[in-house]
């Protein structure tokens, strides 16, 4: 140390002054200061959030700065580095960067006591400081899920605790069922022994379902020390339940000679045993045609005998439960061919038959003709046979009309010509009624002499 010179013992926030020299000799280093400030000369920090084992870099800037000294200390108020010199052993603590304009160090594997307040000295005169908070966050532990026993009976309530500790500050725990949020929780945090991070739990109650078997449950911390990953517990439940049963047949429409199958679907945990299949409530009539193969029951051709209520049966350790189908065996359709010697006879009689006095019975006959083709979509053989009859009866109607017809037409004839007999050679209308009738009594004579 030059002789004649004063020291100045400088710390983390304390500076002695002695009297007016402008340097002094701090740990063998010699320290400048500046008695009179610049305008803007001035420490300017930031404060840093790091993650528990991160690292936290801190920053000491100055933008008017003319060759004066900086310094960064710890809470404890120890020197870290003053310019470019390490002052506290601690590996942990390197250099960044260090000129007249900005001092930069870096503290890896931050622990928790490594929070607090940091400064950052400028030497002038008097020095100047600044301050910079570091804050770490403590890194919530993986959760767990307790309260689970399986398996678990439906109806039953179930309680299902979720808890994580090591949080700084305390984390958020929230719960997923099906991907859908429950609200309804109960939430408790409690400060662990090391007065910095905390315990936090969640508690989630709610009563079971058969629909809740294979759901997975899932317990989701949410905190800003992990960067937008949250961590996460998952419990898949097991519930027990009785089995719920129901009859799928082949065919809607089971019809006489056709092949049937009943499906018995059975659903419940544990699985069901085999189906009991029954009829009327007693065993299947037979076996030799009804052949039961695991949950189906096969009825190689239906018969009318089959008609009747099945029953299904599925049973598994929780309980029993039960499905009923009742078979109608349904007659085979039997569809008429159409006739084309009834519409063309029908047709021949109504342009021909005097119009006057068979319309009415044409309109009927027309409308008869007709039900037959109805009749004949329908099914059962007692719609055919009555189709047949009323065909047949039709046609013998339509043969009498016509011969009816003739005969007027022919007698009406007849009787014009005799009457007109003995009228051709008359002068007027008298004379030929007269003769006319004359003629009908010659022609009685002429009769009765020839009988």
Same mark, same amino acid.
Not at 27 to 39: A, D, E, F, I, K
Not at 113 to 127: A, I, R
Not at 275 to 297: A, C, F, I, N, Y
């Given at each position: 140390?030059?002789?004649?010179?004063?020291?100045?013992?400088?710390?983390?926030?304390?500076?002695?002054?002695?009297?007016?020299?402008?340097?002094?000799?701090?740990?063998?280093?010699?320290?400048?200061?500046?008695?009179?400030?610049?305008?803007?000369?001035?420490?300017?920090?930031?404060? %840093?959030?790091?993650?528990?084992?991160?690292?936290?870099?801190?920053?000491?800037?100055?933008?008017?700065?003319?060759?004066?000294?900086?310094?960064?200390?710890?809470?404890?108020?120890?020197?870290?580095?003053?310019?470019?010199?390490?002052?506290?052993?601690?590996?942990?603590?390197?250099?960044?960067?260090?000129?007249?304009?900005?001092?930069?160090?870096?503290?890896?594997?931050?622990?928790?006591?490594?929070?607090?307040?940091?400064?950052?000295?400028?030497?002038?005169?008097?020095?100047?400081?600044?301050?910079?908070?570091?804050?770490?966050?403590?890194?919530?532990?993986?959760?767990?899920?307790?309260?689970?026993?399986?398996?678990?009976?439906?109806?039953?309530?179930?309680?299902?605790?979720?808890?994580?500790?090591?949080?700084?500050?305390?984390?958020?725990?929230?719960?997923?069922?099906?991907?859908?949020?429950?609200?309804?929780?109960?939430?408790?945090?409690?400060?662990?022994?090391?007065?910095?991070?905390?315990?936090?739990?969640?508690?989630?109650?709610?009563?079971?379902?058969?629909?809740?078997?294979?759901?997975?449950?899932?317990?989701?911390?949410?905190?800003?020390?992990?960067?937008?990953?949250?961590?996460?517990?998952?419990?898949?439940?097991?519930?027990?339940?009785?089995?719920?049963?129901?009859?799928?047949?082949?065919?809607?429409?089971?019809?006489?000679?056709?092949?049937?199958?009943?499906?018995?679907?059975?659903?419940?945990?544990?699985?069901?045993?085999?189906?009991?299949?029954?009829?009327?409530?007693?065993?299947?009539?037979?076996?030799?045609?009804?052949?039961?193969?695991?949950?189906?029951?096969?009825?190689?051709?239906?018969?009318?005998?089959?008609?009747?209520?099945?029953?299904?049966?599925?049973?598994?350790?929780?309980?029993?439960?039960?499905?009923?189908? %009742?078979?109608?065996?349904?007659?085979?359709?039997?569809?008429?061919?159409?006739?084309?010697?009834?519409?063309?006879?029908?047709?021949?009689?109504?342009?021909?038959?005097?119009?006057?006095?068979?319309?009415?019975?044409?309109?009927?006959?027309?409308?008869?003709?007709?039900?037959?083709?109805?009749?004949?979509?329908?099914?059962?053989?007692?719609?055919?046979?009555?189709?047949?009859?009323?065909?047949?009866?039709?046609?013998?109607?339509?043969?009498?009309?016509?011969?009816?017809?003739?005969?007027?037409?022919?007698?009406?004839?007849?009787?014009?010509?005799?009457?007109?007999?003995?009228?051709?050679?008359?002068?007027?209308?008298?004379?030929?009624?007269?003769?006319?009738?004359?003629?009908?009594?010659?022609?009685?004579?002429?009769?009765?002499?020839?009988?």
């Amino acid at each position: 140390m030059p002789a004649g010179a004063l020291l100045y013992e400088v710390s983390v926030n304390h500076c002695w002054e002695v009297s007016p020299p402008q340097e002094a000799w701090v740990s063998g280093t010699l320290l400048r200061m500046q008695s009179v400030p610049y305008q803007g000369q001035f420490p300017l920090t930031q404060n %840093v959030t790091v993650v528990e084992g991160g690292t936290a870099v801190l920053t000491c800037r100055v933008d008017q700065n003319d060759n004066t000294s900086l310094q960064w200390s710890n809470p404890a108020q120890q020197t870290l580095y003053f310019d470019d010199k390490k002052a506290l052993r601690d590996n942990r603590i390197e250099l960044v960067r260090a000129s007249w304009h900005e001092l930069s160090i870096s503290v890896s594997d931050v622990s928790l006591s490594d929070e607090g307040q940091y400064t950052c000295s400028l030497f002038t005169m008097p020095v100047k400081t600044s301050k910079a908070y570091l804050t770490v966050l403590g890194v919530p532990e993986k959760p767990q899920i307790s309260g689970f026993s399986s398996p678990v009976m439906e109806g039953d309530l179930m309680q299902l605790t979720c808890k994580t500790s090591g949080s700084k500050p305390a984390a958020d725990i929230r719960w997923f069922k099906n991907d859908k949020e429950i609200k309804d929780v109960k939430y408790l945090k409690e400060e662990d022994a090391n007065r910095k991070t905390f315990t936090v739990s969640s508690t989630l109650d709610f009563r079971v379902d058969r629909s809740d078997d294979g759901v997975a449950v899932i317990c989701r911390v949410d905190h800003e020390s992990l960067n937008a990953t949250p961590q996460v517990a998952m419990q898949v439940l097991e519930i027990h339940y009785t089995p719920s049963v129901k009859i799928i047949p082949s065919t809607p429409f089971p019809q006489e000679g056709q092949p049937l199958i009943l499906t018995c679907e059975s659903k419940g945990k544990p699985l069901p045993e085999p189906v009991l299949w029954t009829k009327d409530g007693g065993e299947l009539p037979d076996p030799d045609r009804m052949v039961v193969s695991g949950r189906e029951l096969n009825i190689l051709f239906l018969n009318k005998t089959d008609n009747g209520t099945y029953r299904c049966e599925a049973t598994n350790t929780i309980g029993q439960s039960s499905a009923e189908y %009742v078979l109608i065996v349904h007659d085979v359709p039997n569809t008429l061919l159409p006739t084309t010697i009834i519409p063309s006879l029908t047709t021949a009689t109504v342009t021909t038959t005097v119009a006057i006095t068979t319309s009415p019975t044409t309109s009927a006959t027309t409308s008869s003709i007709r039900d037959p083709n109805a009749l004949a979509g329908q099914n059962g053989p007692d719609h055919a046979l009555i189709g047949g009859i009323v065909a047949v009866v039709v046609f013998v109607t339509l043969c009498s009309i016509f011969l009816l017809g003739r005969y007027l037409a022919r007698h009406k004839g007849t009787y014009l010509t005799n009457e007109a007999k003995g009228a051709e050679d008359a002068p007027d209308a008298d004379t030929a009624i007269i003769n006319a009738e004359g003629s009908q009594v010659n022609a009685e004579e002429k009769k009765e002499y020839f009988i």
